[in-house]
């Protein structure tokens, strides 16, 4: 399975700003998807990301609040902008294998004062 | 449309006894169904999957699930439980195979008394 790394691990951050999640994985995979996971909930995908084209949005999430970039097969980034403490989250990337299989990255905890 | 139903939020077992774990799913086309487990301060790790081969799944950490496609549910159980196994277990399915999204159940929080 592929090996997953998130950068940052956690962060404390005021209101208003905006904090760049990355996410890298140890082979070129087609698919990369962000999740989010509210404190005591369950995962919701917030977007698929291709690489060379643009992120498809789930309901409820817009590029605006959540931009994404995809540069290469193997790198891609979130950022989570202008946030509140309703974004405060843990926010986990996940590649889709040629097995069908979505692994996971070990998330980025974030707090938002 | 496609959705998963964990019923219960915690489920507590005693050091050895059975674990069952509920699953029940929704799903437009045949699914792929998986569980992953989350421990403490961690990410997804992914316990096992059906993907249309065997109805009875067997996965890591001496968990299995059966497919029944009849009443559309797909248990996660383990004969024997141990004090590691506590975490919160995620039921999702996938309605095609590669490159299709996810959508995961509540979870359920797995307590083991000693």
């Known amino acids: 399975s592929a090996v997953i790394s998130q950068k940052p691990s956690r962060d404390i951050c005021q209101r208003g700003t905006s904090l760049t999640i990355q996410c890298q994985v140890d082979s070129q995979v087609t698919m990369m998807f962000w999740y989010r996971q509210q404190p005591g909930q369950s995962l919701t995908l917030i977007a698929t990301a291709n690489q060379g084209s643009e992120a498809t949005y789930e309901s409820g999430f817009v590029i605006d609040k959540f931009p994404i970039s995809r540069p290469n097969l193997t790198f891609s980034t979130l950022t989570v902008s202008n946030m509140s403490p309703e974004d405060s989250s843990i926010y986990l990337c996940s590649v889709d294998d040629i097995q069908e299989t979505q692994y996971f990255g070990p998330g980025t905890r974030l707090l938002v004062l | 449309a496609q959705s998963v139903t964990q019923l219960g939020s915690h489920v507590s077992v005693s050091e050895g006894a059975l674990v069952l774990l509920r699953c029940n799913y929704s799903?437009?086309?045949?699914?792929?169904l998986f569980w992953y487990v989350q421990y403490p301060n961690q990410g997804l790790q992914l316990l096992l999957k059906?993907?249309?081969?065997?109805?009875l799944v067997k996965g890591i950490n001496g968990f299995e699930a059966e497919f029944k496609k009849s009443e559309t549910s797909f248990h996660l159980t383990k004969p024997s439980a141990h004090m590691s196994d506590a975490a919160e277990y995620f039921c999702?399915?996938?309605?095609?195979?590669?490159?299709?999204?996810?959508?995961f159940g509540k979870g359920i929080t797995l307590s083991v008394r000693p």
């Open positions: 799903s437009s086309v045949p699914p792929y």
């Open positions: 999702a399915v996938s309605e095609s195979g590669a490159n299709s999204k996810l959508t």
């Open positions: 059906y993907t249309s081969a065997a109805t």
